[in-house]
Protein backbone atom coordinates (compact mmCIF):
# COMPACT_ATOMS: atom_id res chain seq x y z
CA UNK A 1 0.00 0.00 0.00
CA UNK A 2 2.51 1.76 -1.46
CA UNK A 3 1.33 5.54 -1.68
CA UNK A 4 1.63 7.92 -4.73
CA UNK A 5 4.05 10.88 -5.11
CA UNK A 6 2.26 14.09 -3.55
CA UNK A 7 -0.46 15.86 -5.07
CA UNK A 8 -0.84 12.95 -8.17
CA UNK A 9 -3.82 11.34 -8.13
CA UNK A 10 -3.45 7.52 -7.57
CA UNK A 11 -6.13 5.95 -10.00
CA UNK A 12 -7.51 8.64 -12.98
CA UNK A 13 -10.03 7.51 -15.40
CA UNK A 14 -10.02 10.37 -18.51
CA UNK A 15 -12.49 10.40 -20.79
CA UNK A 16 -13.75 6.46 -20.61
CA UNK A 17 -16.25 5.23 -23.30
CA UNK A 18 -17.58 2.23 -23.21
CA UNK A 19 -20.49 0.58 -25.50
CA UNK A 20 -22.07 -2.69 -25.61
CA UNK A 21 -24.11 -4.08 -28.56
CA UNK A 22 -26.98 -5.48 -27.98
CA UNK A 23 -29.66 -6.60 -30.16
CA UNK A 24 -29.65 -4.61 -33.21
CA UNK A 25 -28.37 -1.57 -31.75
CA UNK A 26 -25.43 0.07 -29.24
CA UNK A 27 -25.89 0.71 -25.89
CA UNK A 28 -23.49 3.45 -24.57
CA UNK A 29 -22.94 2.95 -21.03
CA UNK A 30 -20.30 5.21 -20.42
CA UNK A 31 -19.96 8.50 -22.29
CA UNK A 32 -16.73 10.10 -21.27
CA UNK A 33 -16.20 9.66 -17.75
CA UNK A 34 -13.34 11.41 -15.52
CA UNK A 35 -13.02 10.49 -12.26
CA UNK A 36 -9.90 10.36 -9.72
CA UNK A 37 -9.24 8.54 -6.70
CA UNK A 38 -6.76 10.63 -4.46
CA UNK A 39 -3.74 8.38 -2.39
CA UNK A 40 -5.47 7.19 1.00
CA UNK A 41 -9.09 8.44 -0.49
CA UNK A 42 -12.68 6.75 0.12
CA UNK A 43 -14.64 7.31 -2.83
CA UNK A 44 -17.88 5.47 -2.96
CA UNK A 45 -19.98 5.61 -6.59
CA UNK A 46 -23.51 5.56 -6.26
CA UNK A 47 -26.66 5.63 -9.27
CA UNK A 48 -29.26 3.15 -10.66
CA UNK A 49 -29.14 -0.29 -11.35
CA UNK A 50 -27.74 -0.05 -15.13
CA UNK A 51 -26.30 2.78 -14.94
CA UNK A 52 -22.73 1.48 -15.47
CA UNK A 53 -21.20 1.85 -12.04
CA UNK A 54 -20.07 -2.23 -12.64
CA UNK A 55 -18.77 -1.66 -15.95
CA UNK A 56 -16.73 1.51 -14.79
CA UNK A 57 -15.30 -0.40 -11.67
CA UNK A 58 -14.26 -3.47 -14.18
CA UNK A 59 -12.69 -0.74 -16.27
CA UNK A 60 -10.59 0.41 -13.03
CA UNK A 61 -9.72 -3.00 -12.41
CA UNK A 62 -8.72 -4.53 -15.89
CA UNK A 63 -11.34 -6.81 -16.37
CA UNK A 64 -12.24 -4.88 -19.62
CA UNK A 65 -11.11 -2.54 -21.64
CA UNK A 66 -12.76 0.94 -22.45
CA UNK A 67 -13.77 1.55 -26.10
CA UNK A 68 -11.99 5.00 -25.47
CA UNK A 69 -10.12 7.01 -23.02
CA UNK A 70 -7.26 6.07 -20.50
CA UNK A 71 -7.15 4.82 -17.03
CA UNK A 72 -4.11 5.35 -14.83
CA UNK A 73 -2.41 3.74 -11.43
CA UNK A 74 0.15 6.33 -9.66
CA UNK A 75 0.51 8.57 -12.74
CA UNK A 76 1.23 5.41 -15.65
CA UNK A 77 -1.22 4.72 -17.84
CA UNK A 78 -2.17 1.47 -17.83
CA UNK A 79 -5.31 0.04 -19.80
CA UNK A 80 -3.19 0.40 -23.12
CA UNK A 81 -0.42 -2.17 -21.36
CA UNK A 82 0.04 -5.59 -22.59
CA UNK A 83 -2.00 -8.74 -21.21
CA UNK A 84 0.87 -9.80 -19.42
CA UNK A 85 1.30 -6.70 -17.30
CA UNK A 86 -2.18 -5.48 -17.32
CA UNK A 87 -2.62 -9.21 -15.79
CA UNK A 88 0.43 -8.65 -12.88
CA UNK A 89 -1.12 -5.06 -11.90
CA UNK A 90 -4.54 -6.85 -11.38
CA UNK A 91 -2.75 -9.52 -9.31
CA UNK A 92 -0.85 -7.36 -6.81
CA UNK A 93 -1.89 -3.39 -6.93
CA UNK A 94 -4.94 -3.79 -7.09
CA UNK A 95 -7.26 -5.79 -4.91
CA UNK A 96 -11.39 -6.64 -5.98
CA UNK A 97 -14.05 -7.56 -4.18
CA UNK A 98 -17.70 -8.50 -5.45
CA UNK A 99 -21.17 -8.90 -4.10
CA UNK A 100 -21.26 -12.43 -5.17
CA UNK A 101 -17.70 -13.71 -2.91
CA UNK A 102 -16.47 -15.67 -5.20
CA UNK A 103 -14.62 -18.26 -2.96
CA UNK A 104 -13.36 -21.41 -4.53
CA UNK A 105 -15.93 -23.83 -2.29
CA UNK A 106 -12.97 -26.57 -2.11
CA UNK A 107 -10.33 -24.48 -0.07
CA UNK A 108 -10.57 -23.04 3.19
CA UNK A 109 -10.77 -20.01 4.41
CA UNK A 110 -6.82 -19.40 4.84
CA UNK A 111 -6.12 -21.46 1.58
CA UNK A 112 -8.87 -18.76 -0.52
CA UNK A 113 -6.86 -16.10 0.90
CA UNK A 114 -3.60 -17.18 -0.10
CA UNK A 115 -5.00 -18.37 -3.66
CA UNK A 116 -3.65 -15.25 -5.10
CA UNK A 117 -0.48 -15.79 -4.30
CA UNK A 118 -0.43 -19.08 -5.74
CA UNK A 119 -0.93 -17.69 -9.22
CA UNK A 120 1.63 -14.65 -8.55
CA UNK A 121 4.65 -17.17 -7.71
CA UNK A 122 6.54 -19.44 -9.52
CA UNK A 123 6.61 -22.63 -7.82
CA UNK A 124 10.09 -21.85 -6.33
CA UNK A 125 9.23 -18.28 -5.15
CA UNK A 126 6.28 -19.76 -3.30
CA UNK A 127 8.11 -22.61 -1.52
CA UNK A 128 10.60 -19.65 -0.13
CA UNK A 129 7.69 -17.22 0.37
CA UNK A 130 4.93 -19.46 2.00
CA UNK A 131 5.96 -19.24 5.16
CA UNK A 132 5.79 -15.44 5.45
CA UNK A 133 2.55 -15.53 3.27
CA UNK A 134 0.71 -17.58 5.32
CA UNK A 135 1.07 -15.84 8.20
CA UNK A 136 0.11 -12.79 6.68
CA UNK A 137 -3.05 -14.29 5.44
CA UNK A 138 -3.70 -15.55 8.77
CA UNK A 139 -3.12 -12.22 10.30
CA UNK A 140 -5.63 -10.57 8.16
CA UNK A 141 -8.10 -13.11 8.87
CA UNK A 142 -7.38 -12.72 12.24
CA UNK A 143 -7.93 -8.84 12.42
CA UNK A 144 -11.01 -9.43 10.51
CA UNK A 145 -12.32 -11.89 13.30
CA UNK A 146 -11.83 -15.18 11.54
CA UNK A 147 -9.06 -16.56 13.81
CA UNK A 148 -11.53 -19.31 14.66
CA UNK A 149 -12.27 -20.09 11.10
CA UNK A 150 -8.99 -20.52 8.85
CA UNK A 151 -9.92 -24.10 7.88
CA UNK A 152 -13.32 -23.72 7.26
CA UNK A 153 -14.70 -24.22 3.98
CA UNK A 154 -16.70 -21.51 2.44
CA UNK A 155 -20.17 -23.47 3.24
CA UNK A 156 -19.72 -23.29 6.62
CA UNK A 157 -19.28 -19.57 7.08
CA UNK A 158 -22.07 -17.09 6.89
CA UNK A 159 -22.28 -14.71 3.95
CA UNK A 160 -20.47 -11.88 6.53
CA UNK A 161 -17.69 -13.97 6.83
CA UNK A 162 -17.38 -15.40 3.25
CA UNK A 163 -16.80 -11.44 2.22
CA UNK A 164 -14.41 -10.66 5.08
CA UNK A 165 -12.32 -14.07 3.80
CA UNK A 166 -12.74 -12.22 -0.05
CA UNK A 167 -11.83 -8.56 1.61
CA UNK A 168 -8.59 -10.38 3.32
CA UNK A 169 -7.62 -12.27 -0.44
CA UNK A 170 -8.50 -8.77 -2.20
CA UNK A 171 -5.45 -7.34 0.13
CA UNK A 172 -2.90 -10.21 0.58
CA UNK A 173 -0.94 -8.77 -2.06
CA UNK A 174 -0.87 -5.52 -0.89
CA UNK A 175 -2.94 -3.68 -3.39
CA UNK A 176 -2.46 0.14 -3.83
CA UNK A 177 -6.32 0.07 -4.32
CA UNK A 178 -9.42 -1.87 -3.28
CA UNK A 179 -12.55 -1.86 -5.68
CA UNK A 180 -15.50 -3.20 -4.38
CA UNK A 181 -18.53 -3.90 -6.56
CA UNK A 182 -21.83 -3.41 -4.19
CA UNK A 183 -20.13 -5.89 -1.46
CA UNK A 184 -22.65 -5.51 0.98
CA UNK A 185 -25.07 -6.79 -1.44
CA UNK A 186 -26.16 -9.87 -0.28
CA UNK A 187 -25.94 -9.48 3.22
CA UNK A 188 -28.43 -8.64 5.77
CA UNK A 189 -28.32 -4.96 7.62
CA UNK A 190 -25.92 -5.90 10.58
CA UNK A 191 -23.28 -7.51 8.41
CA UNK A 192 -22.96 -5.32 6.18
CA UNK A 193 -22.76 -2.75 8.43
CA UNK A 194 -19.49 -5.08 10.18
CA UNK A 195 -17.86 -5.24 6.70
CA UNK A 196 -18.74 -1.02 6.10
CA UNK A 197 -16.77 -0.90 9.35
CA UNK A 198 -13.86 -3.30 8.27
CA UNK A 199 -14.02 -1.10 4.95
CA UNK A 200 -13.28 2.06 6.96
CA UNK A 201 -11.10 0.84 9.25
CA UNK A 202 -9.14 -0.06 6.36
CA UNK A 203 -9.14 3.17 5.07
CA UNK A 204 -8.38 5.25 8.14
CA UNK A 205 -5.92 3.01 10.01
CA UNK A 206 -4.30 2.26 6.80
CA UNK A 207 -4.80 4.24 4.32
CA UNK A 208 -5.89 2.09 2.13
CA UNK A 209 -7.39 3.79 -1.18
CA UNK A 210 -11.12 2.47 -1.62
CA UNK A 211 -13.54 2.81 -4.52
CA UNK A 212 -16.66 1.74 -3.48
CA UNK A 213 -19.97 1.12 -5.82
CA UNK A 214 -23.45 1.13 -4.36
CA UNK A 215 -26.79 1.82 -5.61
CA UNK A 216 -27.84 2.70 -1.86
CA UNK A 217 -26.67 6.54 -0.72
CA UNK A 218 -27.20 5.59 3.13
CA UNK A 219 -24.09 3.21 2.15
CA UNK A 220 -22.38 5.63 0.27
CA UNK A 221 -22.22 7.66 3.04
CA UNK A 222 -19.56 5.85 4.74
CA UNK A 223 -17.27 7.07 1.91
CA UNK A 224 -15.28 10.82 2.66
CA UNK A 225 -16.96 11.38 -1.24
CA UNK A 226 -19.71 10.14 -2.94
CA UNK A 227 -19.75 10.47 -6.85
CA UNK A 228 -22.90 9.57 -9.18
CA UNK A 229 -23.35 8.18 -11.91
CA UNK A 230 -26.27 9.22 -14.57
CA UNK A 231 -26.78 9.13 -18.32
CA UNK A 232 -23.15 7.92 -18.54
CA UNK A 233 -21.45 10.61 -16.69
CA UNK A 234 -20.04 11.32 -13.56
CA UNK A 235 -21.52 13.95 -11.74
CA UNK A 236 -20.57 15.38 -7.70
CA UNK A 237 -23.41 13.92 -5.65
P1 LIG B 1 -24.75 -1.23 -12.77
O1 LIG B 1 -23.58 -1.93 -12.15
O2 LIG B 1 -24.76 0.25 -12.51
O3 LIG B 1 -26.07 -1.83 -12.38
P2 LIG B 1 -23.69 -2.28 -15.25
O4 LIG B 1 -22.39 -1.61 -15.42
O5 LIG B 1 -23.66 -3.68 -14.78
O6 LIG B 1 -24.65 -1.37 -14.35
O7 LIG B 1 -24.46 -2.29 -16.62
C1 LIG B 1 -24.75 -1.10 -17.34
C2 LIG B 1 -25.60 -1.46 -18.56
O8 LIG B 1 -24.83 -2.19 -19.48
C3 LIG B 1 -26.80 -2.32 -18.23
O9 LIG B 1 -27.89 -1.87 -19.01
C4 LIG B 1 -26.37 -3.70 -18.63
O10 LIG B 1 -27.46 -4.47 -19.02
C5 LIG B 1 -25.41 -3.45 -19.78
N1 LIG B 1 -24.33 -4.43 -19.86
C6 LIG B 1 -23.43 -4.70 -18.88
N2 LIG B 1 -22.54 -5.63 -19.28
C7 LIG B 1 -22.90 -5.97 -20.55
C8 LIG B 1 -22.37 -6.87 -21.52
N3 LIG B 1 -21.29 -7.61 -21.26
N4 LIG B 1 -23.00 -6.94 -22.71
C9 LIG B 1 -24.09 -6.18 -22.98
N5 LIG B 1 -24.62 -5.31 -22.12
C10 LIG B 1 -24.04 -5.20 -20.92
MG1 LIG C 1 -23.46 -3.49 -10.85
Redesign the pocket.
Known amino acids: MNDAAGGQPLLQVRGVRKS?R?GGGT?E?LRGVDFEVEPGGFVAIV?Q???????LLHLMGLLDAPDSGEVHLGGQRIDSLSATRRDRIRNTEIGMVFQAYHLLPELDALENVLAPLFVRYSVGQWLRQRGDARRAARELLERFGLGGRLHHKPRQLSGGEMQRVAIARALVARPRVLLADEPTGNLDEASGSGILDTLCELNREDGLSIVL?THDTSIARRADRIVR?AAGRVEIA
Request: charged fraction near 5%; proline fraction near 0%.
Open positions: YSLVGSGSGKSTVL
